[in-house]
């Protein structure tokens, strides 16, 4: 009879140690299936931010191709810096590249415009100071951010008309 009582006892450790095997087996499983389920969500979710014209975003715009440059005199802004010193100033003469496939439709907004951008490029060029100008660096950062403010303003479009902004006279003092 004792061999009768310990019987079900060992039928019951060999049953657990199946049901153990059997609960770590799911666990690598479903593990597994966790980590497939995250690859494709970043997978779903990077596809249309790599590819947004397949799923109905804006398409590529064109990268602008210059043929023959124009230029579009813009005029010349003298500003007082913000300094310590009041007597600092600065004085921009500016041209606009343009192409030249373009350059009628680009007057004309200029002029519709001129105002704004004048009012704009004042109040821009007095907040700087002479460290903010000086340099090659200076001056490329200053014309990049003129171009793009420009472009912005003059063409809602997204289509950067304006090519580059020069600097025909350019002094601080």
């Known amino acids: 009879m004792a061999d009768e009582e310990n019987k079900p006892d060992e039928a019951a450790e060999g049953e657990g140690d199946a049901g153990k095997k059997k609960k770590g087996g799911s666990m690598i499983t479903g593990i597994i299936w966790g980590v497939m389920g995250m690859l494709l969500g970043a997978g779903g979710f990077s596809v249309p931010m790599m590819f947004p014209q397949l799923f109905g975003g804006e398409p ?22 913000n300094e310590d010193r009041l007597g600092h100033y600065l004085r921009a003469k500016i041209t606009l590249q343009v192409d030249a496939t373009e350059l009628a439709e680009v007057e004309q907004e200029i002029t519709a ?40 303003t003059l063409f809602k479009d997204g289509y950067d008309r304006i090519h580059d902004v020069l600097f025909v006279d350019f002094s601080a003092q």
């Open 60 to 81: 590529a715009k064109p990268e602008p191709v210059v043929t023959e440059p124009a230029f579009v005199e813009f005029g010349e802004a003298v500003v007082t810096l």
């Open 113 to 152: 415009k001129h105002a704004i951008l004048k009012n704009w490029l004042i109040s821009y060029l007095s907040d700087l100071t002479l460290d903010d100008i000086r340099g090659a660096a200076g001056q490329a950062r200053l014309r990049r951010e003129i171009q793009n403010h420009f472009n912005s």
